[in-house]
């Protein structure tokens, strides 16, 4: 057996999670933030069969879709004091992160 923890955006989860469902897969939802743009994650964990690790994959790569979006970053302009300039800059987001770890043991209580 095999625990998938699936790290996606909150734009693309309860899309995930409803089509993780339709094809019978249980899914644990935890709401997390990124660290880099400190944007809303959700945290997914599901646990599955070895020959059936693939599928998820799949589902997740399907539904997990990563988008160009701008951020104002800040930039301080040298020779002119310490205020800050912000500024529009191109950044990908979405996606997802995936950590697969073997289970020793799974009960269902």
């Known amino acids: ?11 693309d989860s309860p899309r995930l999670v409803s089509e993780l469902n339709k094809k019978g897969y249980r899914v644990t ?9 400190r ?5 997914l964990m599901t646990v599955t069969d070895d020959e059936k690790l693939e599928d ?3 589902v997740i790569k399907k539904f997990s879709s990563s988008r160009k979006t701008a951020i104002n970053a800040n930039m301080i302009p040298s020779g002119m004091g310490a205020s800050y ?5 191109e950044v990908m987001i979405g996606g ?4 697969v770890v073997n289970v020793e043991r799974f009960e269902q209580l």
């Open 1 to 11: 057996m095999k625990l998938i923890f699936a790290i996606v955006s909150d734009e």
């Open 56 to 58: 998820v994959i799949a």
């Open 96 to 99: 997802a992160t995936l950590f």
């Open 29 to 37: 939802r935890l709401n997390s933030s990124g660290g880099f743009l």
């Open 85 to 89: 300039i912000p500024y529009p800059v």
């Open 39 to 43: 944007s809303g994650n959700t945290t």
